[in-house]
């Protein structure tokens, strides 16, 4: 297995107080990974380390085996643009249009030829379900959803092969969040992104998690398949899969899978386009 994000004994402190403590996590490619853990755990806080954001009083943190932190400022503009994020409370620029909020990491890069910026705007566009009409509209005409499918759009837009998500359906009503949980299994499978995603909804976990890790007591106390998970003893784990652990199963989630496969493709990458995902 190859480890695209490693995070090695790290222990973080932020406004005098101990956030995590000897924390492990290793993330491989390919897998989509579930931070969960109650609030004000530190779910954000080590998506901000993997990010580079913040940086840890001990331990390491190595990004496609780059040591952040540590590494040559050139060696980090390299990696910097391998990965995508939405954040927790990443809002859109309300000034801005959705096409130029989308067009923004690319304007920022500098090097992409003025009249590349359309074409690879609407293709990002098409990927995560929105219409072309759709470019135009100004963050405060959209839905919800809408806004978190733009956050996913501009998060795309530079190819990323890792994608940071924080709550991505947090504040979605359940068919909007049942929409870009597919949308995402669809991103996944077509563009074979490896994604870290910090989510407090069980539905996400079951359609579209390979494994779970568990932030509790300061550092990661468990991090397997959804199934293993579920079964832990641990009081915050009990009370996060209250009235789900039968259906957390293996086999259960499996064939929840499929059926989800053989559903309509609603919000997903069209077929046209899959080739020329470049990742
Ligand atoms: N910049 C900061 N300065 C001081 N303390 C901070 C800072 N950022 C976060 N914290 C504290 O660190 C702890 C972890 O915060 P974090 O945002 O990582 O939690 P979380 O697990 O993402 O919570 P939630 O589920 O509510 O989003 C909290 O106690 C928070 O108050
Ligand atoms: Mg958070």
Redesign the pocket.
């Known amino acids: 297995m190859d480890p695209i994000i490693e995070v090695d004994n790290v222990t973080t402190v932020?406004?005098g107080?101990v956030?995590h403590r000897g924390l492990n996590l290793t993330v491989h490619r390919g897998e989509v990974i579930a931070l969960i853990?109650?609030?004000?755990?530190?779910?954000?806080?080590?998506l901000r380390l993997m990010l580079g954001l913040d940086v840890p009083r001990e331990g390491t943190v190595k990004i496609f085996g780059h040591p952040l932190g540590r590494c040559a400022a050139r060696d980090l503009e390299c990696v910097r643009y391998r990965w995508g994020a939405l954040f927790?409370h990443g809002a859109l620029f309300s000034a801005l249009s959705v096409f130029d909020n989308i067009a923004l990491p690319l304007r920022e890069l500098k090097s992409v030829p003025p009249a590349l910026l359309k074409p690879l705007v609407m293709l990002k566009l098409a990927q995560v379900g929105l219409k072309p009409e759709d470019a135009a509209k100004q963050p405060s005409e959209l839905s919800g959803g809408m806004v978190k499918r733009v956050s996913l759009a501009r998060a795309l837009i530079l190819d990323p092969q890792l994608l940071f998500l924080?709550?991505p359906t947090a504040g979605l009503d359940p068919d909007s969040a049942k929409q870009f949980v597919k949308l995402l299994r669809k991103l996944r499978q077509e563009l074979g992104l490896t994604v870290v995603m910090?989510t407090?909804d069980v539905d996400t976990l079951f359609a579209v998690v390979d494994r779970v890790a568990v932030?509790a007591d300061q550092h990661i106390i468990a991090s397997a398949p959804l199934s293993e998970v579920a079964r832990l003893p641990h009081p915050f784990v009990r009370n996060f899969f209250l009235g789900h652990v039968e259906r957390c199963a293996e086999e259960d989630v499996k064939r929840f899978r499929l059926s989800l496969d053989d559903t309509s493709d609603e919000g997903g990458v069209p077929a046209v386009l899959r080739d020329e995902a470049n990742v």
């Open positions: 932020l406004g107080h956030i853990g109650g609030s004000g755990s530190g779910k954000t806080t080590l927790q924080d709550e910090v407090h932030l």
